[in-house]
């Protein structure tokens, strides 16, 4: 098992700035990359960003694209996302997941997900 714990939401107006980290308890069963997701109310999961461990450079989701930026750190086995000019429409409960091997990876159905951490951007 895999735990992968969020933290970093909160509530934000418009055109302010968050940064969300997630930790992976271990890699073992993680270890070809991780994802952020998210959630609305009333609305279905939606891709956010995701990045291989080691090597690979970030893909993101065109809604965010050049508003937010996920990074990792292999040594602490964690992965962040920094997130700027943020609108009301992306406020959601955010999560972190974890991909066993590439097929999963480019999926949205990772392997371990976090709790999930809430974000909330008022007008």
């Known amino acids: 098992q895999v735990q992968l714990v969020e933290s970093g939401g909160g509530l934000v107006q418009a055109g302010g700035s968050l940064r969300l980290s997630c930790a992976a308890s271990?890699?073992?069963?993680?270890?070809?990359?991780m994802g952020w997701f998210r959630q609305a109310p009333g609305k279905g999961r939606e891709f956010v960003a995701r990045?291989?461990?080691?090597?690979?450079?970030?893909y993101y989701g065109d809604s965010i694209k050049g508003r937010f930026t996920m990074s990792r750190d292999d040594a602490k086995n964690m992965v962040y996302l920094q997130m700027n000019s943020l609108k009301p429409e992306d406020t959601a409960v955010y999560y972190c997941?974890?991909?066993?091997?590439?097929?999963?990876?480019?999926?949205?159905?990772?392997?371990?997900w976090g709790q999930g951490t809430q974000v909330t951007v008022s007008s």
């Open positions: 990045i291989t461990w080691t090597y690979g450079a970030p």
């Open positions: 271990r890699r073992t069963f993680c270890n070809y990359g």
């Open positions: 997941a974890c991909a066993a091997d590439r097929k999963t990876y480019f999926t949205d159905n990772y392997d371990f």
